[in-house]
T-cell receptor, first 114, second 109 residues
């Protein structure tokens, strides 16, 4: 089934641990994004990539890093997790950056940092 | 600053009509999106407006007034499966989406 796959679906980890959230898409979309969603707040952009080999910072990038070695994969890494990073994380893609077309979202990764 | 406002929660009756409003202030404007998000699931695209007026798509319609910085999503013939959060997002001059916090719509029988 075409779309975006995220892993893990859910994770609990201790503060200070390193964690990588995986995201893979098979739609050959150029642009990919990582958002976090917190209760009472809109989706907030963490990092984005307009095309393979390039990345950019979004609204809330601190404490997170990304890489885009190829078109399909866009992992998000928390180098040293803190409780404020407890959230639901969504990976998304669109055909191109600067595109007024729709975003396609993964099912989300629920992360709890204790 | 950039800001999107929409009601936190609305309640409506099955079979009725409901209108969810959204006001936006963004640096530049490249369109207004509506997404639907069922609890525990990913957001899914509903509509995109960039010109003033009403866009109809089945039971769902979306309206935009650029001069007023205002949009609404109209849902007709409500069904129980329409219970979800509805997210409004404005695309700014850099083609970045600014998201509202979402409106949780509760449908009662």
């Amino acid at each position: 089934i075409a779309g975006i796959t995220q892993a893990p679906t859910s994770q609990i980890l201790a503060a200070g641990r390193r964690m990588t959230l995986r995201c893979t898409q098979d739609m050959r979309h150029n642009a990919m994004y990582w958002y976090r969603q917190d209760l009472g707040l809109g989706l907030r952009l963490i990092h984005y990539s307009n095309t393979a080999g390039t990345t950019g910072k979004g609204e809330v990038p601190d404490g997170y890093s990304v890489s885009r070695a190829n078109t399909d994969d866009f992992p998000l890494t928390l180098a040293s997790a803190v409780p404020s990073q407890t959230s639901v994380y969504f990976c998304a893609s669109s055909a191109t950056s600067g595109d007024t077309g729709e975003l396609f979202f993964g099912e989300g990764s629920r992360l709890t940092v204790l | 600053g950039q800001n999107i406002d929409q009601p936190t929660e609305m309640t409506a009756t099955e079979g009725a009509i409901v209108q969810i409003n959204c006001t936006y202030q963004t640096s530049g404007f490249n369109g207004l999106f509506w997404y639907q998000q069922h609890a525990g699931e990913a957001p899914t695209f509903l509509s995109y407006n960039v010109l003033d007026g009403l866009e109809e798509k089945g039971r769902f319609s979306s309206f935009l007034s650029r001069s007023k910085g205002y949009s609404y999503l109209l849902l007709k013939e409500l069904q129980m499966k329409d219970s979800a959060s509805y997210l409004c997002a404005s695309m700014d001059s850099n083609y970045q989406l600014i998201w509202g916090a979402g409106t949780k719509l509760i449908i009662k029988p």
